[in-house]
């Protein structure tokens, strides 16, 4: 085993080679031995499974094997003695259908029943087209055998009828059929056109459902075992019609997947094909010649003869195929065609819905879809319907969520399909009334299926949704006990005792029960009379007619008869009665009964059939009495009187009245009538007969009973259905249903009960309405976010086709579904502005090429606008930008030359940061780089770098970023400085040292005789110097941002921001110092004189004597106080900047000569230079006497006139208070005082004991100083204090003190404002004003939170909210409560309103908030807009219209308008203004107010004038104000009359001859211009004469007379006329002249000419169609005709040229039996209530055929009104019923609390009701 499993493991060879090869062994073995066996069982087993042992067991079938290598055994197996099966083989194909064996053993000695061997099929699916055929494989693998000796090349011989199974092969181009192989592999198809496959060479049969055995096959569309459902059988037939310019046509097009196609062309024309693929690919195929081809993966066969052709696609085709026909000659062609199309629209059931319910038990449904089975997408249901084979499948309905609901919540989740309801069910109508009475009958009801919502309301559903239950009968049988029946009791005794006499009878109807009851027909009553003869003979005359049981009415009655009219149904019309036949004495009457019926469309009365008219024909013959005869009296024997009755009799002797029941009652309820029914009956036949026959005389009298006498029980009244709720799709109707009770049928009272009192259902309230697809439609989702936050951006939506389905779902559609445009996916967003921020550019190069550098970049402030664009803004505006932002540092490759070692620290320069000022000539001064120096020129310098950690000798010097080599002029040094020989103006510049990556500057600048500093920019004091050269209000505004600070009662210190030195600030400060009266050295003239011959000398040599401090007229200062006097210029106003800056210079000169002395005091203590102090500062005085007497104690004092001033004669200009605004710290002079100076913020401690607060002010003349807190004046007392300097000064500050402390300065010229809040640490302070502000005029307004602005449009709003408090509060503010983005904040507390318009308008709030509270102030923004012109006034025109067409109107104008009107007229003058508010219009008269009689109209806007002669001169003028402005309009009224003017004459009437005229003109003057006639109409016309002119006489002319008449109507005639040569004299006569004298002036007109030359033309008319119209009447339709025009030669022509002519009549009501039809009614059905408002019934309304008595369409019957299928019934009071529940949900709307609401109140009246 293990041999022949490493046997089976070593060889792997393909199944098919295998196969063959045993096959070719097992035919060599049969040409050797003929008795060699052919082992069948072998054809599917691999080669490597025979090994030596298994081919001997199958061969003795009685070897052992080992058991544990088989399958376990069935029972049944071990009975009979197999083995179990062993597993399947390997398929015998990898494709196209093969075959799979499982073999057996049997395990006895015996014979064992049944196989040892099993098959089925496998790999069921197509091979590649490029496999080829199996069988043809078989022949092929025998090629390399040789047959006879030689090699053949073999092609399958298939379809053989003897031996399907044998592998038959012929040799190809040769005659020889050689059987290979006496079968073929398993699984090769028997026949190529059947799925039975050969399996151990026998053909088994295959079903198409690929499996052994079956005998399932494909039906006509291809499915396996299908019903043909899924397509359909188009057949048809063509002919061709040649045409000279047509030389081919469609056939018929063949979509894809159509089978078993077959056309059949007969004629001499040609088919050919066109397809065209899924993918869009199209192809060709002529068709030439006979055979089979490929196209398109498609098998076509074509079969060419000379009469027909005939083509055959089995198929399915894989394309579209257009089958085309090509004409070729004269005669006509035929094809017929059919085939199988396939249904590609199909109905596919969903899966199922969401449950209704989470929990508690709901249902669940699936839908129906149409799905495109060849695009495999969902489309609209309409292409399901276009086939009728299509069944929408009806969804299916199943419970879901069983499980009970959790206790916590005690009610279960409802899903979308409604609020709580149970499953539909079935609800039905009450049964209709029986069809019969007795007898056995029918009944019927409605059942339909319905739903009940959440507050108890029924709604019809779909039947489907009802199906999980079995559905209601419908019909039931009903009155099956026996009909009452006639029971006659015995005859009486005869009413006579002898002769001839009558007997009666009673006559009883019982019924069932023997109950004597109503209901036997009066057809089957027995007679209750008849005659009966005595034999006893009587001894008087006999009578003729049996005596009467009671006496007769003697008197006869005048019969009236009532007169019929004519209608549009068929009817019996009687004619008046014939005159008496006798002129006395009875005799009888004749009249004609015609059955007529009147035409609607002629109204004619048209006479018909007495067949076609319903019920009974009236009579037509009477008897009548003339009066006596032969003047006879009126009064009449006894005995004469019976012989005229006698005589009557004869006559009515067969026709008596009798009463025949009772009608039915007249109500249902409430109490109602029956009156007897009396009815003519024929005595011998007992029929009804024409009450014409019975005497009207003997009638019986009037029967009424009372019945019905039960009160009505409440009833259901229905409203109307409101209109749908969606025109398609699934809509809603609504319709009002109350329960209603009828109080009193008199007056018809009802008043309206609760639901639980009508008994029946309640009728539903809403039903479904357009169940209808709707079109396709778009459907826009959402819009998305906007894609930028602020400044624009775009929103973007998705837009879908979809289509609301009638099942009320949502379909989503390809785009190209949709008709209408699609709408917008994209729109702007409508964001407000972007905050304000820095655009930087990119950074610079590296200021160095190797070592330690820095880097810069420019900052430009934008603003992106909500329209999405950029603008440049002013960079207060923006943000505090932090210096690192424009400089940062950089760092390149180390220097070769000063590498030092990694681990070493880098160079130092050791810089001293001051500025350096010289007043007075010196020959040589020293300086250290890093500082600033201001010199004179012709000076000597050295400058030196000393460093650390650098050797001097290779330090570098550059001037202006170049590099700097010795020279005669300077100096470089390998000691670490350089020298500059006399100073001159090219020197200056900036320097800079370079020590290895460490860079320091030194700038330069020279002092001119005029002490101004000389013209020279320094460059290249690093990159960032140039980018600081912005103007100096921009820079300061920007470090305005670094130096705000809080003051906190000494614990801090102020907080300061970083100040850059800006060499163009040093610039005008020292400037400003130079220019100070009193400075030392101004007269430096002698000293520059005598130092001509001034000498270089070394560094070396004066080294020792040239310190800094040897320098007593170069004035020395720190960079940092020149950075504070720029720091605290930032804070002052720009009006006090110049001042300002000079008491800062003069502080800054002080204390330059302050520190100079104790510098040179100390210098001189230390020389040990003895002197008295009269004689130390005797020089030091005389230096600076005349500069300290300029400078003051008081910086205030700085601004005031001097005494020397005085002296000197100065006067200080006139200027406007300015208050000084600081910013150094707050002065702490013990720990419970604190003084301060204004712009600061005071935190009030525990401990704080006094407050002092500074308020510095200058103008001229000097101000006045208030205090003020919080916008009221301060109140001083003892805590309160004024100092005498004008501090104020708080006493033992307590909580109550906190607030804004504004100091104001005044005087003639102007005041000023600035304030310091005082606050405690908590809650914050804001700043607010009560104020209001108008701005008519400046277009920048700034105020206080708290004000009220009015401002004009276009200006620009700040409003301020300076916050005060600690910890810091953050502010934000609101419009109209709504927060505002931080786009609109500024710094500072500022909100800045730009551009301001009337959308701007409203309440702005500032809220400051901290850790302690917040405080909220705000301020009303109201915008003005100034009076202004409008082009028109509308209220003008609707004033005009209702005034009158008369009256005048005119607008003013800012120029004036003007208008001209008559005297005594009324006027209206408009004043068109606008501006907001809407402005106050004052009307003036010449400048003065109205003093005219006027009305005002419109609110003002119009002046109406009531009469213009009461203002003969002057102007009108409006006055519009407003609080933004005023307006002035004006107009003028002219007052002139309209006049008449003849001054003119019109054009004569005639050149020549007898009657020319002339009539003066007619116009209407106003000052002398000429207006519209309409003016003077009220004017009298003067009178007119005429005025003769041009009388003479004529030139000769010809004259015509008329045509004369057409000699033809049509078809073409002649007229002709008189033409002749004529003059006309001036007194009127005409001369005949000679034609010669008229040619002369014109040529002579034609006297004949063609006339009528239209063809001549008629109507003609068809014959008139079928009587198939609509009904119009009884058996009355309408019938059609064709109407055409024609000539007279039978030509059709436009209907135009009969116009002129009568147009016959197109249609004509016509008879017909369709129309034979009427409105039949069923009985009414049981009232839906007992009692109540609500109670209705119906009945059954249908259209029948009269002769038929079978339902048609209703539309027959739409001539005559439909009766009313539906009544009210039952309306009377309902009694008091029970109080309870019509739902189980009744104990949750109680736990919801929902009782209170009118449905579930109603619904769970009783446990609503329980307390």
């Not at 061997?117 to 069988?135: H, W």
């Not at 779902?809 to 702007?828: G, H, I, K, M, V």
């Not at 130092?1091 to 004066?1102: G, I, K, P």
Request: aromatic fraction near 6%; charged fraction near 20%; charge should be neutral.
């Amino acid at each position: 085993m293990a041999a022949a499993a490493g046997q089976r493991r070593g060889t792997a060879a393909a199944p098919l080679a295998l196969a063959l090869g045993l096959l070719a062994v097992a035919q060599v073995c049969g040409d050797q031995n003929q008795e060699a066996v052919f082992l069948r069982e072998f054809t599917l087993i691999r080669r490597e499974s025979l090994h030596d042992d298994f081919i001997s067991d199958l061969l003795n079938t009685h070897k052992t094997e080992d058991l544990s290598s088989r399958t376990a055994r069935s029972e049944e197996d071990q009975d009979s003695l197999w083995d179990a099966w062993g597993s399947w083989s390997e398929c015998s194909r990898t494709c196209g259908g093969g075959a799979s064996y499982s073999l057996r053993r049997c395990l006895s000695s015996k014979t064992c029943e049944g196989r040892n061997i099993r098959y089925r099929t496998c790999s069921n699916v197509d091979c590649p087209p490029e496999a080829g055929d199996f069988r043809a494989q078989q022949c092929s693998a025998h090629n390399d055998v040789k047959y006879q000796g030689q090699f053949y090349e073999w092609l399958p011989i298939s379809n053989d009828p003897d031996n399907p199974c044998s592998l038959k092969c012929q040799a190809r181009g040769a005659p020889l059929v050689v059987e290979l192989a006496p079968k073929v592999l398993d699984g090769t198809r028997c026949y190529t056109e059947s799925l039975d496959m050969c399996i151990s060479g026998l053909c088994q049969v295959v079903g198409c459902d690929r499996q052994l055995g079956s005998t399932v096959k494909e039906d006509n569309c291809g499915v396996c075992n299908g019903d043909g459902s899924t397509c359909r059988l188009v057949r048809g037939q063509y002919k061709s019609q040649l045409s000279a310019n047509k030389l081919d046509d469609t056939v018929v097009a063949i979509p894809y997947g159509s089978r078993q196609v077959r056309l059949v062309l007969k004629g001499p024309d040609h088919l050919y094909l066109e397809t065209k693929t899924l993918q869009g690919v199209k192809s060709e195929n002529s068709l030439s010649s006979t055979g089979s081809f490929l196209m398109d993966n498609t098998s076509i066969d074509f079969q060419k003869f000379p009469d027909k052709e005939i083509l055959r696609i089995s198929g399915p085709l894989s394309a579209d195929f257009t089958v085309k026909i090509r004409y070729a000659g004269a005669a006509d062609s035929s094809v017929q065609f059919i085939f199988y199309q396939p249904i590609i629209h199909r109905w596919r059931e969903t899966d199922f819905f969401p449950c209704s319910a989470s929990c508690g038990g709901g249902y669940q449904l699936t839908s129906a879809e149409c799905f495109d089975q060849r695009s495999n997408r969902v489309v609209a249901d309409q292409y399901c319907h276009y086939y009728p084979e299509n069944i929408k499948p009806k969804p299916k309905l199943q419970e879901c969520n069983l499980d009970p609901c959790p206790a916590s919540d005690g009610y279960k989740q409802i899903m979308p399909y409604d609020l709580y309801h149970p499953l539909p069910r079935w609800e039905s109508t009450p049964w209709t009334a029986c069809s019969s009475s007795c007898g056995g009958g029918i009944q019927s009801r409605s059942v339909s299926c319905v739903e009940e919502d959440i507050q108890g309301h029924i709604s019809p559903v779909e039947e489907w949704k009802c199906m999980y239950t079995p559905k209601m009968p419908v019909v039931q049988p009903c009155n099956i006990f026996d009909c009452p029946k006639w029971l006659a009791q015995e005859w009486s005794p005869c009413t006579v005792t002898c002769g001839q006499g009558l007997r009666y009878r009673v006559v009883l109807c019982i019924d069932h029960r023997g109950m004597h009851t109503g209901g036997c027909s009066p057809k089957t009553k027995p007679h209750i009379k008849e005659e009966c003869i005595v034999p006893t003979p009587c001894y008087k005359p006999k009578e003729k007619l049996p005596v009467e049981a009671k006496l007769p009415w003697y008197k006869q009655a005048q019969e009236l008869e009532e007169g019929l009219v004519v209608s549009e149904e068929p009817s019996f019309i009687p004619e008046a009665w014939s005159t008496c036949s006798v002129t006395c004495g009875v005799g009888s009457q004749v009249r004609l009964v015609k059955c007529q019926v009147l035409l609607s469309f002629s109204q004619s009365v048209a006479d018909l059939p007495i067949d076609e008219c319903e019920g009974p024909k009236p009579v037509s013959q009477r008897a009548c009495y003339s009066g006596p005869c032969s003047g006879e009296a009126a009064e009449y024997t006894p005995e004469e009187t019976d012989m005229l009755y006698g005589s009557l009799q004869e006559f009515d002797e067969l026709y008596d009245w009798e009463y025949e029941g009772f009608t039915e009652c007249s109500e249902s309820c409430g109490g109602g009538v029956q009156e007897a029914v009396v009815t003519c009956l024929n005595k011998q036949t007992r029929e009804t007969a024409e009450e014409t026959l019975c005497v009207t005389s003997r009638r019986p009298p009037q029967l009424l009973k009372a019945c019905s006498l039960d009160p009505c029980p409440p009833r259901w009244e229905i409203g109307n259905w409101s209109t749908c709720s969606l025109t398609c799709g699934v809509g809603l109707q609504t319709r009002d249903v109350f329960c209603s009770h009828l109080l009193s049928r008199e007056t018809n009272e009802t008043v309206i009960l609760a639901d639980e009192l009508c008994n029946k259902p309640k009728p539903p309230f809403v039903q479904a309405c357009n169940r209808f697809d709707c079109p396709p439609s778009w459907y826009p989702t959402e819009w998305q976010e906007c894609s930028k936050t602020c400044g624009g951006g775009v929103q973007k939506r998705d837009t879908f086709c979809k289509q609301h389905l009638a099942d009320g779902s949502l379909l989503e559609l390809p785009e190209a579904f949709c008709d209408t445009p699609r709408p917008f996916t994209q729109q702007d967003c409508k964001n407000e502005d972007c905050p304000s921020e820095w655009l930087l550019s990119d950074w610079t190069q590296c200021s160095v090429s190797c070592g330690e550098g820095t880097q810069s970049r420019n900052a430009i402030c934008r603003k992106m606008l909500r329209t999405g664009e950029s603008v440049i803004i002013n960079s207060s505006l923006c943000p505090a930008l932090p210096f690192s932002s424009l400089i940062r540092p950089c760092a390149l490759g180390t220097c070769a030359r000063h590498s030092r070692p990694a681990h070493k620290q880098s160079p130092h320069i050791m810089a001293v940061k001051k500025i350096y000022i010289q007043i007075r000539k010196q020959k040589k001064l020293h300086f250290i780089v890093g500082g600033y120096a201001y010199l004179l020129p012709k000076t000597s310098i050295i400058l030196r770098c000393p460093t650390r950690r650098f050797r001097k000798s290779v330090i570098s010097w550059e001037k202006d970023d170049k590099r700097l080599v010795s020279s005669a002029h300077i100096t470089i040094a390998p000691y670490g400085y350089m020298k500059i020989h006399r100073l001159k103006p090219s020197d200056t510049g900036t320097y800079t040292c370079t020590a290895g990556p460490a860079r320091e500057h030194f700038v330069i600048k020279l002092i001119g005789s005029n002490k101004k500093i000389i013209a020279g920019q320094p460059a290249g004091i690093r990159e960032e110097e140039a980018i600081r050269k912005a103007s100096l209000n921009e820079a300061l505004r920007t470090q305005d941002k670094h130096i705000n600070g809080i003051l906190f009662n000494g614990s801090k210190a102020e907080k300061r921001g970083h100040l850059a030195d800006y060499s163009n600030w040093y610039d005008e400060i020292v400037s400003r110092l130079l220019q100070q009266r009193g400075w030392p050295g101004e007269n430096l003239e002698s000293w520059e004189a005598q130092d001509s011959t001034e000498r270089n000398t070394s560094s070396e040599e004066d080294q020792s004597q040239s310190q800094e401090y040897n320098l007593p007229f170069t004035m020395v200062t720190e960079q940092k106080s020149l950075d504070d006097i720029i720091r605290n210029l930032s804070q002052q106003p720009e009006e006090l900047k110049d001042g300002y800056t000079d008491q800062l210079v003069v502080q800054l000169a002080r204390g330059v000569f302050r520190s100079h002395l104790e510098h040179q005091g100390s210098v001189l203590k230390a020389s040990r230079r003895r002197t008295d102090s009269a004689s130390l500062e005797y020089p030091l005085h005389r230096h600076v006497s005349g500069f300290t007497s300029s400078v003051r104690t008081s910086s205030a004092e700085a601004f005031l006139p001097t005494p020397v001033d005085l002296a000197n004669g100065l006067r200080r200009p006139h200027q406007k208070p300015a208050i000084l605004r600081k910013i150094s710290a707050a002065q702490q002079l013990s720990a419970s005082e604190v003084v301060t100076h204004l712009g600061q913020t005071v935190v009030l401690a525990s401990g704080t004991l006094s407050v002092l607060l500074h308020c510095e002010a200058v103008g001229n003349p000097k101000p006045t100083i208030s205090w003020a807190k919080n916008g009221e004046e301060v109140k001083y007392n003892d805590r309160m204090l004024l100092q005498p300097d004008d501090s104020l000064q708080i006493l033992a500050p307590v909580e109550a003190d906190v607030g804004f402390y504004a100091c104001n300065a005044s005087n003639a010229l102007g005041s000023d404002s600035v304030s310091i809040a005082v606050t405690l640490a908590g809650k914050p302070l804001i700043k607010a004003s009560r104020a209001t502000v108008i701005n008519t005029e400046s277009p920048a307004v700034t105020v206080d939170i708290g004000s009220t602005v009015k401002t004009i449009q276009k200006a620009n709003v700040t409003i301020s909210c300076q916050v005060a408090g600690v910890p810091e509060a953050e502010v934000t503010w609101f419009k109209n409560k709504v927060k505002l983005p931080s786009a609109h904040h500024m710094p500072d507390g500022l909100l800045l309103i730009t551009n301001v318009s009337l959308s701007d308008q409203g309440l702005y709030s500032c809220k400051a908030a901290n850790l302690r509270g917040e405080v909220t102030e705000s301020s009303q923004l109201l915008v003005l807009e100034p009076p202004r012109p409008l082009p028109y006034l509308e209220d003008l025109t609707a004033v005009l219209s209702s005034a009158g067409t008369s009256t005048r109107s005119v607008l003013t104008s800012p120029l004036g308008t003007k208008m001209t009107v008559s005297p005594g007229t009324s006027v209206l003058i408009g004043c068109a203004v606008d501006g907001h508010p809407a402005p106050n219009i004052t009307w003036l008269y010449s400048g003065q107010p109205l003093s005219l009689r006027h009305r005002l109209l419109a609110a003002g806007r119009i002046l109406q004038i009531l009469n213009v002669s009461d203002a003969p001169d002057g102007e009108f003028s409006c006055l519009a104000q407003n609080e933004a402005g005023s307006l002035t309009q004006k107009t003028s009224l002219a007052i002139q009359e309209y006049q008449w003017s003849v001054d003119k004459l019109m054009a004569c009437s005639a050149s020549c001859g007898h009657k020319g005229m002339q009539l003066p003109q007619l116009r209407c003057l106003l000052d002398g211009a000429e207006v519209n006639l309409s003016h003077c109409k009220e004017k009298p016309k003067p009178a007119l004469q005429p005025i003769a002119c041009n009388r003479k006489d004529c030139p000769s002319r010809w004259m015509v007379t008329s045509w004369s008449p057409c000699t033809r109507s049509c078809g073409g005639g002649i007229q002709m006329r008189r033409v002749t040569c004529q003059r006309l004299t001036a007194k009127g006569s005409s001369i005949p002249m000679s034609n010669e004298a008229c040619a002369q002036m014109s040529k002579r007109p034609v006297d004949t000419q063609n006339c009528n030359r239209q063809p001549c033309v008629e109507w003609g008319a068809s014959s008139w169609g079928q009587c198939n119209g609509p009904c119009i009447g009884p058996r009355l339709a309408v019938q059609h005709r064709q109407i055409f025009c024609q000539t007279k030669d039978g030509t059709s022509v436009s209907l135009d040229q009969c116009s002129a002519l009568p147009r016959p009549l197109s249609t004509q009501n016509c008879w017909t039996d369709a129309c034979g039809v009427h409105w039949r009614v069923s009985l009414w059905t049981v009232c839906t209530a007992t009692c109540g408002n609500y109670g209705f019934q119906s009945r059954r309304v249908d259209c029948v055929h009269v002769r038929t008595n079978k339902p048609v369409l209703e539309h027959h019957c739409s001539w005559r009104p439909r009766p009313a299928n539906w009544q009210r019934c039952n309306i009377t009071p309902c009694e008091n019923i029970e109080c309870r529940d019509t739902t189980r949900y009744c104990e949750k709307v109680k736990q919801l609390k929902l009782c209170q609401l009118t449905p579930f109140k109603s619904r769970c009246c009783g446990t609503c009701g329980k307390v």
